[in-house]
């Protein structure tokens, strides 16, 4: 039953109207499995559209209508979030490209309903990034709890500014001049981003990616970045985005792949659609693989990161893990610093940084 929980969550995912078939007992193991993978308000969605919420036992429901509400809840903090971004940089005349979830939610995208998430990630042009960052500070977003080494780390050799936080409303805004460090092996040109961005109706001067961007974005920010916790989730996104934009556009695979190379997002890519297929039957032509073969592994390269992206994207969660689980974090963990940084900057940071945590736990367990 335990064990069961994985493959019954990713059938919902992947045909929503399966969840009728689930025992009370099911439901108990796939809830606790979808809270820590941040998908209960996505299968509230997704079973809501298929027609089938009312089959789901009483209990259960209430979880997934929870989260859900919650979800809703974000999205009107990001959207009021969005509003005062505008405000603060529309006079200006420095665009904004929002990113992931605000993007997903003010475009009315299928990967919004239900999605949660805690903060807004904006994109500006490098050369405007110190007066977005003067002009929202006006409006009450600081940078708080930065050292000047983690304040250097960020400006000097990052793609974004150190997290800003709203004084009065905690919110927490994300500020990015591209979508990945300038030290990282892979090297998207954000005036390519730029020029493909469109226009987010009602707010002049502010966009979202396009269609190809969007899903590109998404696969490096979890294939490259190697932020995993919510692996199957953003698998999720992407799923529902390819879904859509397919739908849209008969020739997007062929758009995507080819995107994929002109933004050096080719590898990420491949990997996106790899696990996409296996883990959620997102349907990948073949014809998708054979236009990116030229950034698939090499063999033995591509059997160690199935090893791993197949243990890292489970949810994080007892009953998922096996016996390499945390291992695989742990290797993927590092693969991500080392794809951001070249070993004579990644090295002395990571020493730094694991100093700081040493420090830091020795004063916690002296505090009474």
């Not at 954000?190 to 002049?204: I, S």
């Not at 990161?305 to 695989?328: I, Q, V, Y």
């Amino acid at each position: 039953m335990i064990r069961a929980a994985l493959e019954q969550l990713l059938a919902v995912l992947a045909e929503p109207a399966a969840s009728r078939s689930l025992s009370l007992a099911d439901w108990d193991w796939l809830v606790r499995v979808a809270r820590v993978a941040s998908l209960e308000g996505r299968l509230h969605a997704l079973i809501k559209d298929a027609g089938a919420l009312s089959d789901v036992p009483p209990a259960p429901r209430r979880h997934l209508h929870v989260a859900r509400v919650l979800a809703d809840r974000q999205h009107a903090m990001a959207r009021w979030e969005v509003a005062r971004i505008h405000e603060a940089l529309a006079p200006e005349a420095i665009p904004v490209m929002l990113l992931k979830g605000a993007a997903y939610v003010m475009a009315g995208l299928p990967s919004a309903p239900g999605r949660q998430f805690s903060d807004v990630d904006i994109l500006v042009p490098q050369a405007q990034i110190q007066s977005a960052e003067q002009h929202l500070f006006v409006q009450g977003w600081v940078c708080e709890g930065y050292d000047t080494y983690d304040q250097t780390y960020y400006r000097q050799w990052m793609h974004e500014l150190p997290p800003l936080t709203h004084m009065r409303r905690k919110s927490v805004l994300d500020v990015h001049h591209t979508i990945l460090p300038p030290t990282a092996r892979l090297h998207p040109d954000p005036e390519l981003l730029w020029a493909a961005a469109l226009p987010l109706d009602g707010f002049p001067g502010m966009y979202v990616p396009g269609p190809a961007d969007m899903v590109l974005h998404s696969a490096t920010h979890l294939f490259h970045d190697g932020e995993l916790e919510n692996g199957l989730r953003d698998l999720a996104d992407m799923d529902a985005l390819l879904r859509r934009f397919v739908a849209e556009d008969s020739d997007f695979w062929e758009h995507l792949t080819a995107r994929a190379f002109e933004m050096d997002l080719a590898r990420p890519l491949y990997y996106a659609l790899r696990y996409g297929r296996e883990f959620l039957q997102t349907p990948v032509p073949d014809s998708a693989f054979r236009a990116l073969a030229a950034a698939r592994p090499a063999p033995p390269l591509l059997a160690l990161m199935d090893g791993l992206f197949r243990r890292g994207l489970k949810p994080h969660h007892w009953s998922c893990d096996g016996r390499l689980s945390g291992t695989a974090r742990w290797l993927l963990y590092v693969r991500s610093h080392y794809l951001r940084m070249p070993l004579h900057l990644l090295v002395p940071h990571l020493l730094r940084k694991a100093a700081k945590d040493h420090r830091k736990g020795n004063r916690n367990q002296a505090e009474p």
